[in-house]
């Protein structure tokens, strides 16, 4: 797929029924790396990924919001761990953008994606194993789309 990214952002739309078919290597760091060189309040980049693509660990986390269902038939789902927001509004901000950038590379690779709002933060937090001081509101789900 070819698009700049105006038709990125015109065309772009919440998937959350995939293929079962896996991302590469080479997809996978794509995406991450575009939510790594998302801009952020003075640069601090307050965000921390964890990359999931074990069914299991998928299935557990999409165990964890209302909405999050989604996470379980994906190839990829992403975890945006930020410091507490309470301190700093903008960390939940830079997380959007972060998560904005890699929405928006997934979708000119042909992979779509959507959003999981994580209301279980201990249970997510048991299911990842990501340290006290860092939280999780909101993963990722990657995949190529289900339907045309």
Not at 4 to 23: C, G, M, Y
Not at 57 to 66: I, Y
Not at 123 to 148: C, E, M, T
Request: hydrophobic fraction near 45%; charge should be neutral; include cysteine.
């Amino acid at each position: 797929m070819n698009m700049n990214v105006s038709d990125a952002i015109r065309l772009k739309r919440a998937i959350r029924n995939f293929k079962d078919t896996p991302l590469s290597e080479d997809t996978i760091h794509a995406i991450i790396n575009a939510g790594r060189r998302a801009q952020s309040s003075k640069n601090t980049q307050p965000w921390h990924f964890i990359a999931i693509t074990d069914k299991a660990m998928l299935k557990a986390l999409s165990e964890c919001g209302e909405w999050a269902g989604h996470l379980a038939g994906a190839a990829l789902g992403v975890a945006i761990l930020h410091p507490d927001p309470s301190e700093k509004f903008q960390t939940m901000f830079d997380a959007g953008q972060a998560a904005a950038y890699m929405q928006l590379a997934a979708w000119e690779l042909g992979v779509g994606s959507g959003l999981a709002s994580i209301y279980q933060a201990d249970k997510a937090r048991q299911v990842l194993g990501f340290p006290q001081d860092l939280h999780l509101r909101i993963a990722i789900s990657f995949g190529y789309p289900a339907d045309a």
